[in-house]
């Protein structure tokens, strides 16, 4: 997916969740869409296009990651200001690699009220595109919500950023590693192993081998 219009977006900064919104209000003018996954281009799905759309479209769940931080990269970037809509208690962090359903990416571009107060009171150093989905479903509509999020990213770096895959790393025996990495999740409410339909983030020398890997992996 494309923005609708060229605007300058910041890392850290409300512009990032700007940019969200607008892709899912261009998305949503296709009403033959029924689920919407924000990806990049540093992106790639572990599966291929049959099983990623058969999980997706049979799952009764979103899939936004959203967890209490206690720490100051969580509950420390909220600000007492934004007070009483938004309290400490109903505080969220989370991967802004989400999926939706045509509901809730509705209620999401259709809310302005509690977006205002995070473009008022999320600063950069509160890093909204984190927080404002993450809080807001938590708030509403929990229970429509698997609680994670169905792109795999390695974070074993311990920076600000993950890491990132180049081309040495891309092997058939690498991308099984994140199909079946020995986590369980739930889906549908049952266990499955089949928890990341997505990986990130790959460097752009790691395209060639990707292709070379994609018939027997992907079997196209």
């Not at 892709?23 to 029924?34: C, G, M, T, V």
């Not at 107060?117 to 909204?128: A, N, S």
């Not at 938590?138 to 993950?162: C, E, I, K, Q």
């Not at 081309?167 to 590693?177: M, N, P, R």
């Amino acid at each position: 997916m494309f923005l609708p219009s060229f605007q300058n977006v910041e890392w850290g900064s409300v512009s990032l969740a700007d940019a969200e919104r607008r892709l899912l209000a261009n998305a949503l003018l296709d009403f033959s869409n029924e689920r919407f996954v924000l990806l990049s281009k540093s992106c790639i799905p572990v599966y291929n296009f049959q099983t990623v759309y058969k999980y997706l479209i049979g799952s009764v769940h979103n899939f936004v990651e959203l967890y209490d931080d206690p720490g100051r990269y969580g509950r420390g970037r909220y600000s007492c200001r934004m007070q009483p809509d938004i309290m400490l208690s109903d505080w969220r962090k989370g991967s802004q690699w989400f999926e939706l359903n045509r509901t809730l990416a509705i209620k999401i571009v259709s809310d302005t009220e509690y977006y205002t107060i995070f473009r008022k009171y999320c600063t950069p150093d509160c890093y909204p595109d984190e927080h404002y989905i993450p809080t807001y479903i938590h708030m509403f509509y929990g229970p429509l919500n698997a609680n994670r999020t169905v792109t795999y990213v390695d974070w074993s770096t311990w920076g600000p950023h993950p890491a990132t895959f180049g081309e040495a790393k891309i092997t058939k025996e690498f991308t099984q590693s994140i199909r079946i990495n020995k986590t369980q999740c739930m889906y549908n409410f049952k266990n499955t192993t089949i928890c990341y339909l997505f990986a990130r983030k790959f460097a752009p020398d790691a395209l060639a081998p990707l292709l070379n890997l994609s018939s027997t992996l992907m079997g196209f």
